[in-house]
């Protein structure tokens, strides 16, 4: 039985690093950046104003108010390019270049301007740089604004847009194929006779792989019958980069993944791992697909799959942060640890009035509870051979994908 650190380690050592391919801006949001993204211009371009008004010298308009002569008007994408001189001013728009000569914006509230006249009165003083953002105070051209291995988020498709990149070069998406076994298995839509439950594995797996930015498919449900799984891991193997099953892999009678493993020959790197829960977890690698066999139970599926599948999934794609995002947090309510095995408790995470970030853990009755684990937005981590970890300690947590790094 290997520490969870380990296992990561072995699954970061063991998983290729893929190829990148150019995608259509519209479809990068969510994969992984295999290129740094570079400013062809800078930013802003030229002097822009802050807000509509006028563009005035300041030392036109000391004392007040000032007449000034209205010779021209600057708009977004249609500037006034010529050159203002003492005694004039500019009517200019939010976001249009402010004109040489000029060194400061007046507010159109802080001015009067007559119908039909063309000169404006100015009510109040403005200091020089006033409502202007000089050029390239933002970005340099060719300054660095992204890093490759970045996951990018709909906050970043503005940069990618603004400077140029119709197309993004990204990690391929590793192809996934998922299996979830057992003969107490029917499909979502069947009703479970006596003795029998519906498959929620295969539709977990497939979510978080999604997430993770693989193209999943999921595998029919396969039986306890070592011979078929044995035909269906080879066949989902040559044709996946990633195979990940659920369930068979503990050391009962009726748990035959393992034992199909071993009799095709693939190469196993752990099956077990001091973690809860989640420990009768199997990393293997057969015909250059990496396998992942875990547990059974619906939260350890979930736990196992983001400690491991997932940090896979990511690093083939490239990403430098390919594990789950630690932070620390105070702990809301006590737990219990485990003696042997590193444990990873569901939680919900809150800030109190106060901005502390808190994690509350759930009630939940085990590795089979997955109503409880609905409500997770994080793991609470507690170490290896720490019996309990009181109320109001602080404590490392991960955040579960699809969820903030702050509450």
Known sequence: MIQVGEAIRIVLQNSPVFDSEAEALRDVPGRILAEDIVADSDLPPFDRAQMDGYAVQAADVEKVPAQLRIVGESSAGAGWHREMKAGEAVRIMTGAPVPSGADAVQQVELTRERDGDDRVEILEAVEAGRSIVRRATEIKAGETVLRAGEEINAAMIATLASFGYAQ???????????????????????????????????????????LAGANVDRLPLAGDDTEELKRQIATATETSDVLITSGGVSMGVYDFTKAALKQLGAEIFFERVALRPGKPTVFARLNNALIFGLPGNPVSVAVTFNLFARTALRAMQRATQPGLIAETARLAKAVKGSAERESYLPAILRTDQQGTLLAEPLKWGGSSDFVAFARATALINVPAGVKAIAAGETVTIFILPGFSRRF
């Open 168 to 210: 993004v070069k990204v990690g391929r998406r590793p192809r996934v194929a998922i299996m979830a076994t057992g003969s107490e298995l029917v499909d979502v839509d069947q009703k479970p006779a006596r003795d029998q439950i519906r498959d929620s594995n295969n539709f977990t797996i497939a979510a978080y792989a999604t």
